[in-house]
């Protein structure tokens, strides 16, 4: 690697996101080997009225910033007239761009990692609606900051609203299939028995993607919706209709962005048991989980879901960890990965594109089943 960075490195934690980086932090010094933090401290301080203001506590001139910032950390309170408050996504956003304004321009180069892009479904316009997500990618143009790091993003093509702004949107393929992989060991990759599924039209692309590295068929279920009501700040579903291949006996892995309260989630895990599915695990970038855990906790009792993977991106209650169908997907070092390629100022096209490292943990895994395999016939034999 190119010893030559493009400036001194430092990191901001925005308030909530101080748990995800420090394993980043302790990756990049385990990497550059030196006992230095990279972290800066940072507070946003609340008045009584709930006015705020943000603090920096050392200086950044000349320093690469990445701040990382969790918009959907409802954890994070504050006291708004003696009550406590927890923060919503407008006021995470309000706060980013407060430290913004208190590196003043200082810094070198400001890169925000914004996992899950504040209004990210407010993305394109189907009526009298803001565009909110445009404008917010303008308003952090307009601030200076030069690269926006994302997850996954609900729609990419929203990047057209800062062509000059650099814009990166990494999907965590390769972690979904290592946890599948850690956590159901007798997973077949073989397209007889494995199925991907998309909830509906918009997920189609990853799902594609993932078929497409792994090797096996793929289906969709399309969202039937009543478009005279509004449910929600949503249309909402009336039917969900299958298109795709047969069920019976296979494994199945439905794959969206984001589980927000897990009703289409659920609705079309149920269908697919009802086609003759063997298990049915979910892959889904960020858990919101807005609803609660009840619905999900009864999808596992009935067999509809077997396992629901998604990752630490963004704030998830810590008590989804008791609930026997969850799995974290862990990815503080791939984003340590990417805060050390960028500040090296080099190529990310080899941690965009995971086909290789994907190819190789399949083969691993094969090897290990068939030498499994081996070992129980012999002992049968026995």
């Keep these: 690697?190119?010893?030559?960075?493009?400036?001194?490195?430092?990191?901001?934690?925005?308030?909530?996101?101080?748990?995800?980086?420090?394993?980043?932090?302790?990756?990049?010094?385990?990497?550059?080997?030196?006992?230095?933090?990279?972290?800066?401290?940072?507070?946003?301080?609340?008045?009584?009225?709930?006015?705020?203001?943000?603090?920096?506590?050392?200086?950044?001139?000349?320093?690469?910033?990445?701040?990382?910032?969790?918009?959907?950390?409802?954890?994070?309170?504050?006291?708004?007239?003696?009550?406590?408050?927890?923060?919503?996504?407008?006021?995470?956003?309000?706060?980013?761009?407060?430290?913004?304004?208190?590196?003043?321009?200082?810094?070198?180069?400001?890169?925000?990692?914004?996992?899950?892009?504040?209004?990210?479904?407010?993305?394109?316009?189907?009526?009298?609606?803001?565009?909110?997500?445009?404008?917010?990618?303008k308003e952090l143009e307009f601030y200076g900051v030069k690269n926006i790091i994302t997850f996954d993003a609900h729609d990419d093509r929203v990047e057209s609203a800062i062509p000059l702004c650099d814009f990166d949107n990494y999907r965590p393929t390769y972690q979904m299939v290592k946890a599948l992989v850690r956590d159901v060991p007798d997973i077949s990759f073989d397209k007889e028995r494995l199925v991907i599924i998309s909830p509906d039209e918009g997920a189609m692309g990853r799902c594609m993607f993932f078929s497409s590295v792994l090797g096996i068929d793929v289906g969709m279920f399309y969202k039937r919706r009543d478009y005279s009501k509004i449910v929600g700040g949503r249309n909402p579903i009336v039917a969900h209709e299958y298109l795709g291949s047969d069920l019976t006996d296979k494994d199945v892995i439905i794959i969206d962005d984001m589980i927000s309260s897990g009703e289409s989630m659920i609705d079309v895990a149920k269908q697919i048991k009802a086609r003759g599915a063997r298990r049915i695990f979910a892959f889904a970038t960020f858990g919101l989980f807005t609803s609660g855990f009840e619905k999900f906790d009864e999808a596992y009792a009935n067999g509809w879901l077997t396992k629901v993977f998604t990752t630490n991106l963004v704030y998830t209650d810590p008590d989804v960890k008791n609930h026997p169908w969850y799995s974290n997907v862990d990815m503080c070092k791939y984003v340590s990965y990417i805060i050390d390629t960028l500040n090296r100022d080099e190529s990310t096209s080899v941690i965009i594109d995971p086909v290789k490292k994907i190819h190789n943990l399949l083969e691993r895994h094969k090897a290990e089943n068939d030498s499994d395999m081996k070992i129980d016939f012999g002992t049968e034999k026995k």
């Design 1 to 137: 690697m190119n010893d030559n960075f493009f400036g001194r490195l430092g990191i901001i934690a925005m308030p909530g996101c101080e748990a995800f980086a420090e394993p980043v932090n302790e990756w990049l010094k385990k990497w550059r080997r030196t006992e230095n933090s990279f972290i800066i401290p940072v507070e946003c301080p609340r008045f009584g009225s709930g006015e705020a203001k943000g603090i920096i506590a050392e200086s950044v001139r000349g320093i690469d910033l990445f701040i990382i910032c969790d918009i959907f950390n409802y954890a994070k309170t504050y006291k708004l007239r003696g009550k406590e408050v927890p923060m919503s996504p407008d006021e995470h956003f309000a706060d980013l761009k407060r430290i913004i304004g208190a590196v003043n321009g200082r810094s070198r180069r400001i890169s925000v990692i914004m996992p899950m892009l504040y209004e990210g479904r407010q993305h394109r316009r189907t009526g009298r609606e803001s565009l909110d997500c445009a404008m917010m990618l």
